[in-house]
């Protein structure tokens, strides 16, 4: 069985740059939630996707975008940069709900 | 390597001892708790859960206690082993929101 797999694993961009991150969801899972991890604090809740429809979505700005495609990768883009986009950028995929959510390794964007 | 919780509760135990980490969550309408690892550099790795309707459940070594009255969660790791040292996260979910909501995490750190 595949485990969640991201890319990249790290990535700097300018303030005002757009970066778009990829992820693969675990095999057999078709929904794939998207978090943001501060540095030490917990993961926060982005959006989820379920069959390529955005199926919920947390307290993040619409220039927080999602994809979902039909072998059930998932893109997170997000627009013009701010400083405080700097984080991990974690993905989990679930089979049909919230429940058991495995993550991947996360991709570590820095916005400088 | 990913500096996962700077400024966390740290529990400090000796290999071979019991530990129990807590977690007050805060969304009467939860009825679904997970406990994951994060190590450094790692995404979060699940390791244990329950539903609302229990309020004890056991894995390999690893027992979760969950209290509706008072909105408490607790993981209790026996044997504890230099492996266990990570930051532990418990995150409550509900299938309305389609999110998990993770709490702010403890280190646990052991000692050899």
Known sequence: E???TQSPTHLIKTRGQQVTLRCSSQSGHNTVSWYQQALGQGPQFIFQYYREEENGRG??????????????????NVNALELDDSALYLCASSAGDVYEQYFGPGTRLTVT | GENVGLHLPTLSVQEGDNSIINCAYSNSASDYF??????????????????????KRQGQRVTVLLNKTVKHLSLQIAATQPGDSAVYFCAEGDTG???????????????P
């Open chain 1, 2 to 4: 595949t485990g969640v």
């Open chain 1, 59 to 76: 307290n993040f700005p619409p220039r927080f975008s999602g994809l979902q495609f039909p072998n059930y990768s998932s893109e997170l």
């Open chain 2, 34 to 55: 997970i406990w994951y690892k994060q190590e450094s550099g790692k995404g979060p790795q699940f390791i244990i859960d329950i539903r609302s309707n229990m309020d």
């Open chain 2, 97 to 111: 929101r389609r999110a998990l909501t993770f709490g702010s995490g403890t280190r646990l750190q052991v000692q």
